[in-house]
């Protein structure tokens, strides 16, 4: 399934105060924002980052289209610095992440995303080792527990940990839907909800250290700033959306962001009805105090 940007018009009313401003979009993965982007504002330019080789498959593809107007770096946006510093950008005008994985790496069931992936793998970055395959069969449960716990709010995580580690005495769980299989074995469905949905967060989150990424960002993003510049993030659950409320907090009092979302802002029915995965999308922005 295509990617269908998230809240397109909400974040560029917040992402853009200079027309024809130099804009890092972290997250380019579809596509989907920074076409959007370069289309209402004709000026503007863009250094686009992603980690997955498939986006950078896309970026290629759309190449011809975007011009001189784009920068395609693979690399994780927690190097933001360095890799801006190494295509010799020092500071821009504002900083766009849409957290979590593509519609496109989800629906391919070749990377393990969804419940019904033919392998365990869930890495975005396939450069990296750690893949889900080896953690549900290789780590203790008392790790299992903590991650799923932590990373997933899992309040079942030491029942689900207790039945993966008796699942390996019969053999390596090598798909996702056999892990789902064993997930339902101690948890039943409640509503529309798959009762697998948090333990496959958590692991998702815990291969690709989601949350430590989000931080660095976070915390060097003021840095690579003009005066004006705006950060703005796309988040899909309660532990990103605290991280960023708690560093715009703790930066707005060190005056060096003025927060402009008072409120988080969500999607509008229309939109949510058009493409589902917004219900839960929540953008929090904060611009650069001049100083
Ligand atoms: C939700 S999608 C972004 C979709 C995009 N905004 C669009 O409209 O097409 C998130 C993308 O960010 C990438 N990503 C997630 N964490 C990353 C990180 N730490 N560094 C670089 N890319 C990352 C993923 O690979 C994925 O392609």
Redesign the pocket.
């Known amino acids: 399934m295509r990617?269908i940007?998230v809240m397109p018009l909400e974040t560029l009313q917040y992402l853009i105060n200079k027309p024809d401003g130099l804009y890092v979009d972290?997250?380019?993965?579809?596509?989907?924002?920074t076409s959007y982007l370069l289309d209402k504002f004709k000026d503007v330019k863009i250094v686009a980052?992603?980690?997955?080789e498939d986006?950078l498959k896309r970026f290629v593809e759309k190449e011809k289209e975007f011009g001189e107007r784009v920068i395609f770096v693979r690399n994780?946006?927690?190097n933001i610095k360095e890799a801006l510093s190494n295509v010799n950008v020092n500071s821009v005008d504002g900083i766009l992440a849409?957290?979590?994985?593509?519609s496109k790496?989800f629906d391919d069931l070749d990377r393990g995303f969804s419940f019904n992936s033919n392998i365990l793998d869930m890495r975005?970055d396939r450069r990296n080792n750690l893949t889900a395959k080896e953690v549900v069969n290789s780590y203790s449960y008392e790790d299992l527990a903590d991650i799923f716990y932590k990373y997933g709010e899992e309040y079942k995580s030491r029942q689900i940990a207790s039945a993966i580690l008796l699942r390996r005495k019969r053999g390596i769980i090598n798909t996702a839907s056999e892990l789902q299989t064993v997930i339902c074995s101690v948890k039943r469905r409640e509503g529309k909800v798959s009762p697998a949905t948090k333990v496959f967060q958590a692991l998702r989150i815990f291969i690709?250290d989601?949350l430590k990424?989000l931080e660095t960002l976070l915390r060097v993003a003021p840095e690579l700033l003009n005066a004006g510049g705006r950060t703005v993030i796309i988040s899909f659950h309660s532990l990103e959306d605290r991280i960023v409320k708690l560093n715009f907090k703790q930066n707005s009092e060190c005056g060096i962001y003025k927060i402009l979302t008072k409120k988080v802002v969500t999607a509008l029915k229309e939109e949510v009805k058009i493409n589902p995965r917004s219900r839960s999308a929540k953008i929090r922005a904060a611009e650069k105090i001049s100083v």
Request: charged share 20%.
């Open positions: 990617h940007p972290c997250t380019f993965g579809d596509g989907g924002h980052f992603d980690w997955d986006s994780n946006f927690k849409d957290i979590g994985v593509s790496q975005m690709n989601e990424n």
